[in-house]
């Protein structure tokens, strides 16, 4: 019943009546039943167990710590429940195969919540990205620079809030990276050729990165003969840029540059 959770409730306020937050589920049923009573929710529960056996619930949002969101999707999964998990999806890679393959067995929807892809401008721009976009689009896409940085002291106190804990999940890595990964990584389709970091690691060792920089390259080994004749480096070649951190506030943009044409999308781009 954290930030995450209220701010998913407090925008489905705003969709279609086609659905109803149906139960509310928390490790403390006094957080849940206040939790429900702010977003008048009908059923509130005092475990998740008991929230993934609800029979009124077809899916299952999960906001709880990052730790823990490979073990609660399991259940609801297992109690033929639909689920939509804050990212990251899992702390692993291996987990969320996991998850993707029990979904699949049990023909249940897996899904991890990058709101991102659903904003419009989001969308627009992957419609005039890439070699096969309309004639107004900027064609193959060779640079991508995205950042997300915020001030962590107007998220919680620094060191004890679970935004730095690294035992929960926390630092600028899992928290707000996800983000900046997925909008550079959107016109390509595949994994990066290559990828570099580096970062600022807090002094005291239970406290995870407070901020990092990455650098990815995609290479598809493709070159143009058209781009040889033209002189122009080959087509195939591009690189990617991202920046986040809980030091400050940054403007929160994200720029795709293509040949034809170069696409801004102004904070907040994520």
């Not at 692993?92 to 990058?114: C, P, Q």
């Amino acid at each position: 019943c954290g930030k995450a959770a209220h701010d998913f409730s407090q925008a489905l306020k705003f969709l279609s009546p086609r659905h109803i937050i149906a139960a509310v589920g928390s490790r403390s049923l006094e957080r849940a039943q206040s939790f429900a009573k702010l977003h008048q929710i009908p059923n509130a529960h005092g475990s998740y167990r008991e929230l993934c056996a609800d029979p009124t619930v077809d899916v299952v949002y999960i906001a709880s710590l990052h730790p823990d969101h490979r073990s609660h999707a399991e259940m609801a999964l297992n109690n033929g429940k639909h689920v939509l998990i804050e990212k990251p999806i899992t702390m692993t890679a291996s987990d969320a195969e996991h998850l993707y393959d029990l979904g699949r067995r049990l023909n249940l929807f897996v899904g991890e919540g990058m709101w991102t892809r659903f904003f419009p401008a989001v969308e627009w721009t992957r419609q005039h990205l890439g070699a096969e976009s309309p004639n107004d689009g900027i064609g193959t896409v060779r640079v991508v620079q995205a950042d997300f940085s915020i001030d962590g002291s107007d998220v919680g106190p620094y060191p004890s809030d679970s935004l730095y804990a690294s035992e929960l999940g926390g630092g600028a890595a899992w928290t707000v990276m996800p983000y900046v990964v997925g909008a550079a990584m959107m016109p390509f389709g595949q994994e990066p050729d290559s990828v570099a970091a580096n970062g600022i690691l807090a002094d005291d060792d239970t406290v995870g990165d407070l901020a990092l920089g990455m650098t990815l390259t995609f290479d598809s080994s493709m070159m143009d003969a058209d781009c040889i004749e033209s002189g122009r480096p080959p087509s195939g070649k591009s690189i990617a840029s991202g920046v986040v951190s809980y030091l400050a506030e940054s403007s929160e943009m994200t720029m795709y540059a293509g040949r034809n044409g170069r696409i801004t999308i102004a904070g907040p781009a994520h």
